[in-house]
């Protein structure tokens, strides 16, 4: 199995400044089609998760351009430009290029 | 508006049987991939198993030859059997659309809680 490990578990960010979160894959996750199966969920308190960006570094409909994905083979980054307080939640990043598919343990995103 | 809405969650003994739905509206589900999710309290997200278009299937170990996934194009329905359950398949299971590689619409969930 692919393991997804994620990078920090914990962030504490000040509103209004950038946050970073790293995944790193066990293994590349470009799949024989050439695409990279990496995408960024957010899950709000209570909610479910939602989709915020896929294959790497494509922003789903509806998600604020302050959110970007980024990286390429192992390691990817999602980066928020500007904390707002709406962003609190946890952040998980998912590999679909290979069964099983698998999460990382999430990156829990609150203001200091 | 894309809609996913499970049912069928509860509290079952251990070794008992429960079946998921996973009503869809918004889109057309024959064309769609579905898969299930699971997260148990507290923790993160655990896929359970995903279905094709055409009815093609695959599940995480943990859960072979226990769980059975179907989908009924004529109701717009996706399914999950959970045959023997076990104290640890207790979660809030989620359904998901998938496109190509990614899940771009989760429901709500349900919570399954396996105790005597």
């Known amino acids: 199995d692919i393991v997804v490990t994620q990078t920090p578990l914990s962030s504490p960010v000040t509103l209004g400044q950038p946050a970073s979160i790293s995944c790193r894959s066990s293994q590349s996750l470009v799949h024989s089609d050439g695409n990279t199966y990496l995408s960024w969920l957010q899950q709000r308190p209570g909610q479910p998760p939602r989709l915020l960006i896929y294959k790497i570094s494509n922003r789903f409909s509806g998600v604020p351009d302050r959110f970007s994905g980024s990286g390429a083979g192992t390691d990817f980054t999602l980066k928020i430009s500007r904390v707002e307080a709406e962003d609190v939640g946890v952040y998980y990043c998912m590999q679909a290029t290979q069964f099983p598919y698998t999460f990382g343990q999430g990156t829990k995103l609150e203001i200091k | ?116």
């Open chain 2, 1 to 116: 508006e894309v809609q996913l809405l499970e049912s069928g969650g509860g509290l079952v003994q251990p070794g008992g049987s429960l079946r998921l739905s996973c009503a869809a509206s918004g889109f057309t589900f024959s064309s769609y991939a579905m898969s299930w999710v699971r997260q148990t309290p507290g923790k993160g997200l655990e896929w359970v198993s995903f279905i094709d278009s055409r009815g093609g299937t695959y599940y995480a170990d943990s859960v072979k030859g226990r769980f059975t996934i179907s989908r009924d194009n004529s109701k717009n329905t996706l399914y999950l059997q959970m045959n023997s359950l076990r104290a640890e398949d207790t979660a809030a299971y989620y359904c998901a659309k998938q496109v190509l590689g990614y899940f771009d619409y989760w429901g709500q969930g349900t919570l399954v809680t396996v105790s005597s």
